[in-house]
């Protein structure tokens, strides 16, 4: 006779976003079923004991480039992501989070917003996702009547919810009239708009060259421009002090600014872009992303108070994966500097990309950015936030999965634990003092990048079980997942912005009104 429940989590202290205590957990048909003080074993098919361990909604990672090329350099070469959807998701499931958004991105060339997604979940398709996935959209040429024709498919057919605009990189960045175009259009259908602003010639100036001012005078002007056109924006990747108290001033006047930082502002300075054999090294380029992180540690006492006080809505890993080992990684910082590459007989392709950086400083400016850290998002945050007081559980859960769930029209399918309306992603951590510390290394790691900036941090705790919609795929260690596990995600509008919008809609003062009569 079958059971009433396909698997029951006992014994776990249960955390969502808004409270913590001993619940056992059921799931049916990979749905959340049931929450109770005690559940019989015999209700159900299989049974996890906890063991008193932290049981939590699984991670919703909405900042993650996979299947990707950027532009980098003379002559448009592209680098090239090193994980596709397969062992992007493949990472992100060993590492706690069950829910990932991408990016579509336009180029130039491209004038079909819809052509640009078709192509790319093709790729998403021919690989397989061990997670479940979305898409946000990077508009790059931004044609009105293409917005006003294609925008509407995307978000009523695809369910894209958000666009993401460029205030830097040649290849990608718009105008401020452009923008305001965006956000017009964007407007109209409650889409979140996502703002990317940043600001010697060794990997190591390429921090020097963008001082935290930069990027603050850039999260300034894009507020401005947001609030005249009434349209909420997200700041991704938020690196600095001077940045986040920008943002926070604005939230505090009523304005529906969000903000994201990522692990790599937590513990990585520009001392980390020298920390490879000597400062010139071009080794240091694997440390390079955009924004850099602060020149010290002074800057990442005030992220951890953004952190806990709301003015970071999420946290995100901007896993942006290049191969250090890789003619289309890291190494175009070379190639595509002549006079690094002046007087080299060597052949320029895979077999010998090591020969090509050897000796050479390259140049910064032609280093694809970027740093992988999808796996290693949850447990940093786990580790070095609840473990050591910094955050609570509660506001774990809604940095890492609620929140994110709700600004991308997901929750409360993703990012909760309602019963009926949940799906049963879940993370169970390690009770205390049972996982064997470690020191990282990046042979642990399941992405297809050579390298972790994480390399040497300690961990006492790492996710036991991850759960997908009821199927257990990372268990001890072990990876049980399959690339056919992952479903695509056909996202609403975002739960967090439209009463904002709708809070100042009349404000004469910071709103161009007369847009929508």
Known sequence: MPKQFDLVI???????????GPLDIAIKDGKIAHLAASIPEDAAERVIDAE??????????????????????????????ADDFMTGSRSAICGGTTTIIAFAQQNRWEESLLEVVEAYDRGASETGCFSDYGYHIIITRPDVEMLKRELPVLVNEWGITSCKLFMTYTAMQLRDNELLDVMYEARKLAVTTK???????????????????????????AIVLAEMIQNPILFVHVGSASA??????????????????????????????????????????????????????????????????????????????????????????????????????CPIDQDHVHDIVHGKTGHFKYIPNGCPGIETRMPLLFNYGVMENRITPERYVELTSTAPAKLYG??????????GLSDADLVIWYPDGRMTPFNLTNDRLHHNVDYTPYEGMSFTNWPRYTILRGKVVWAEGQLLGTPQDGEYLKRKTSQLTTAAVRSIADDKRRVATWLYK
């Open 10 to 20: 006992k014994n776990g202290v249960v955390v969502t976003s808004g409270d913590v």
């Open 52 to 81: 008193g361990a932290y049981v939590m909604p699984g991670g919703v990672d909405a900042h993650v480039h996979l299947a990707q090329d950027f532009t980098s350099g003379p002559g448009g070469v592209t680098g090239k992501c």
């Open 195 to 221: 703002l990317e602003e940043k600001g010697m010639i060794e990997p190591r100036y390429h921090a020097e060259s963008r001082p935290p001012i930069v990027e603050m005078e850039a999260t300034h002007r």
């Open 244 to 345: 986040a108290a920008v943002i926070r001033k604005s939230q505090t006047r009523g304005f529906p600014v969000y903000a994201e930082t990522c692990p790599q502002y937590l513990h990585l300075t520009w001392e980390d872009l020298k920390q490879f054999h000597s400062p010139q090294c071009f080794e240091n380029s694997k440390m390079i992303c955009s924004p850099p992180p602060g020149p010290d540690d002074s800057d990442q006492e005030a992220l951890w108070t953004g952190l806990r006080n709301g003015t970071f809505t999420i946290f995100s890993s901007d896993h942006c994966p290049f191969r250090y080992d890789d003619i289309r990684g890291k190494a175009l910082g070379v190639i595509q500097h002549a006079p690094s590459m002046e007087g080299s007989t």
């Open 410 to 419: 997901l929750y409360p399918k993703k990012g909760a634990l309602m019963p």
